[in-house]
């Protein structure tokens, strides 16, 4: 999903690079140019990020930062000229999550704009829970970035296809697929091979892993259906 940001800057040339570095970095980018405006966007849009200029007209950019700040959890930078310590420290009081001065290397404003994104979603928990890398069901364990299979504590050699046809069931526990659908996403569009080769696949698995091969407990067939991996 593509990040919005805010940029509010009141020199034009200045807001302008900005805007066209976030572009390239994939940024949806709002503009504006004066602290009134600037607010109004800020409590309204829902925003990824926010860049501040210190020196708006009307309302200043730290009267600014403090109004975003009450009101919204989002990242907001500073990029002024002022260079001072106690301005810095002002806005860090304020609520800002950074503080750039002028002159300013765009792709360092990026890189600082995407680490303070990646934080605040890593602190708001809105990343992804990270994949699973052990399947583990009634005697049955797949290392899936090993690619290993263990059946009842014994390791299980499968052909690439025969795990990748394991994993991809395991994966989408009690969900049932065609015979059609497996192939396509096993086998893929570019193959020469047979819909049949799907049955044949499903039977080594069962083969492997199964107590009673004939009365499946991992992988069932619905009868006009497809297979299910049961859980
Ligand atoms: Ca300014």
Not at 56 to 61: E, I, R, V, Y
Not at 164 to 181: I, Q, T
Request: glycine share 6%; hydrophobic share 40%; net charge negative.
């Amino acid at each position: 999903m593509t990040t919005r940001i805010l940029i509010i800057e009141d020199e034009t040339t200045i807001a302008q690079l900005e805007r066209d570095y976030f572009e390239l970095n994939g940024f949806h980018v709002d503009l504006c140019h004066t602290g009134n405006e600037g607010l109004e966007l800020a409590l309204h849009v829902d925003y990824g990020l926010i860049i501040v200029d210190l020196q708006l007209p009307g309302m200043s950019g730290f009267e600014l930062c403090s109004q975003i700040r009450q009101a919204k959890e989002v990242p907001i930078l500073i990029v002024s000229a002022k260079n001072e310590e106690i301005d810095k420290i002002r806005a860090f009081n304020l609520g800002a999550d950074d503080y750039i001065t002028k002159p300013f290397s765009p792709s360092e404003l990026v890189a600082r704009a995407k680490a303070h994104l990646t934080r605040y979603e890593r602190l708001l928990g809105k990343h992804e829970p990270a994949p699973k890398s052990e399947i583990h069901i009634r005697g049955l364990v797949i290392d899936l970035a090993a690619r290993r299979v263990y059946v009842r504590n014994q390791e299980v050699v499968f052909t690439t296809r025969e795990f990748s046809l394991l994993e991809f069931l395991a994966s989408h526990p009690n969900r049932v697929f065609s015979k059609s659908e497996l192939f396509e996403r096993i086998w893929g569009m570019d193959s020469s091979g047979d819909i049949a080769t799907v049955t044949v696949h499903v039977r080594k698995l069962r083969e492997k892993m199964e107590v009673d091969p004939s009365n499946p407990q991992y992988i069932e067939t619905v009868w006009g259906a497809g297979y299910r991996f049961s859980v």
